[in-house]
Structure formats: C-alpha cells, structure tokens
C-alpha cells in the first residue's frame, strides 16, 4: 500500500491518532506512579500502581512506549495506525510471555496478574484502534484505505455489491462508430501481418501504434510523479 496516496483527512484517521494519545496518556500515568514509589530498577516484587506492581524498568519502558505513541500519532493517521497495530501485537506478546515468568526469577518487569491482563487489554485495544477501518473485507467506498489498495476498480466493487452498471449509457451511433472503427483497424493489422496491407492501411496501423506508445508514456509520467519517483 502506497501511504502517501492516502486522503490522511479521511475521519478514521484521527481514531487511530486519539486513540494512540489515550493510551499513551495511560501509561505515562501508570510511570509517573512506578516512578514516584522509588522502587528498584529491576526489582522483581514492585510497588502497587493502579491496581497493578512495576518497577522502574517498566516505568521507563511505559514512558518509551508512550512517547512513541504519541509522536506517531503527531506524524498523522498511517503511522498512529501502522504504529498502534505493532505496539499492540507487542503487548499481547508481553502479556504471554511474562505469564510464563510470573513466579519465577526472570520476572524482571515485576508482573503480577493484574499486569497479563492489562497487556493483554490494552493490546487488544491498540490492535482494534491500529486496524480499525483498514483490515476489513467490508470497507466503504470512500475509505482511504480501500482507495489506497485501488478499490474503485470494478470487481471490488462487485465484491461490495455496488452498481458497475453506466450511470449513463453511451450513444448508440457512437458505440457504432467505435465498432466500425476498431473492426477496420482489426482488418488492417491482420493484412499487415498476412504480408498484403495496403500502404494506406500500413499508415492506418503505424498511426495507431504510435498514438498507443505515446499514451503508455503518458501514462507512465503521471504515475512516476504520483508515486513520486
């Protein structure tokens, strides 16, 4: 997915911003706490802070963690999201693994149960906020994410069940004279590969394959400086 394609004003963005500030706020809180006991850095039996023990390894690691949040969520709406979605698989991590150490020597963040489960909670939020609007096999159609993976085209939108019908049909005439256009066309390339074009006809295909190779390069331009190569 191409980021700098994104319509970064699009709403859900600012679900992922706020909602990386908020968690960020709850943690520095739960640090300021951790900090303010004057436990050990890494003593295993911490102080209580909302329900919950740390030491100051975990107080500093709460502060990191929350700054990073917040400075994602400053960046703009891709990285709150990208950001909030690592953090939080982070999170659950932790909260699984430290479950393992809970009572034994290598208990270094000083964890209790009450600390799982809150890992466990707040990463499941911040995946839910990272992912929210943008892992989704039913996004709307002006969603910047959904447009950023090129989601207007027609089968998507099939997929979706919108219409891909002709808001307004084309002119019977000019569908016919389209028709009777490409036919020649056709019939001109097949004598040229048969060896039995007309010079008339030769011109009438060289004339087309010039004007394709311009619009390809056309093409090509627009999308370079889109993309910003």
Known sequence: MNVSRLDTRHPVFWVHRL????????LWA????????????????GAHALGMTGNGLLSTISVVVGAI????????????STTCAVIGGLFVLSGLLNLIVLDGPYNFLAFTLPNIAFSLVVGIILLFVGL??????GLPADNPYRRARGGSN????????????????EDPDAAARHLAEITELADAEHAMAEGEAT?????????????????????????????GW
């Open 30 to 45: 739960f640090a300021a706490l951790g900090f303010a006991s004057g436990t050990g850095f890494l003593t295993v039996h």
């Open 69 to 80: 949040l917040v400075g994602a969520a400053l960046r703009g709406g891709p990285a709150a």
């Open 132 to 137: 929210y609007g943008r892992a989704s096999g």
């Open 154 to 169: 027609a089968m998507t939108r099939v997929w979706h069940g919108e219409s891909v019908a002709q808001e307004a049909p």
């Open 19 to 26: 909602g990386a500030v908020a968690v960020a706020l709850i």
């Open 199 to 227: 010079p008339e006809q030769e011109r009438e295909v060289l004339a087309d394959a010039a004007e394709r190779s311009s619009r390809r390069r056309t093409l090509a331009w627009r999308r370079a400086e889109r993309d």
